[in-house]
Every structure is written in C-alpha cells, then in structure tokens.
C-alpha cells in the first residue's frame, strides 16, 4: 500500500480542498483524503513542474470518472493558471 501526506500550504485552494476532503474508512479507522477533484488538480500541478509519466497516467486515470466536478476543475485550474495538456477537453 501506497499512500502520500500532504502539507497544507495557506492559500484560498489549499483551505477549499482541505475542506472538501472526504472521509473514509481505510483498515477500520476513520481517515480523510483528497477528493478526486483536489487530487486531479494536484497533480495538474505536479505534472506541470515535472512532466512525470507517472502523473500523466494518474491523470488519465483519474479523468475517466464521469461524476467528476469538471467546472470546479477548470475553475481552479485557471485560477491557478495550470496547463492542462488537452487533459480536460471533452
């Protein structure tokens, strides 16, 4: 099993993300993690500072849900001012 920590950093994203976390039950105990919006646009960011393969697949992945919020996407990907490689075009 896999898993990252993330550092809250005080931005207007960080503390929307961090309240849209989603608790989870994970081995029995209660925990939360990133929704799958947050973690799309997190690794936006990543992919755009590194250009990881490994990011790339993630996102190609993560983008095949078709429940996902894409205007919220979208919204903080232009806020952030992120490129998205033709990632978000339907």
Same mark, same amino acid.
């Given at each position: ?35 799958? @919006?947050?973690?799309?646009?997190? %690794? ?12 790339? @697949?993630?996102? %190609? ?17 232009? %806020? ?8 978000? @075009?339907?």
């Amino acid at each position: 099993i896999r898993y990252d920590f993330m550092v809250y950093q005080d931005s207007d994203y960080n503390w929307t993300a961090f309240q849209r976390r989603v608790q989870v039950n994970f081995f029995d105990t209660k925990c939360f993690i990133s929704s799958k @919006e947050d973690l799309i646009i997190s %690794k936006l960011n990543w992919y755009n500072i590194s250009q990881s393969d490994k990011q790339l @697949e993630d996102l %190609k992945f993560l983008l095949l849900d078709k429940s996902l919020k894409i205007n919220y996407i979208k919204n903080w990907v232009a %806020k952030l001012n992120l490129k998205t490689y033709g990632l978000l @075009e339907s």
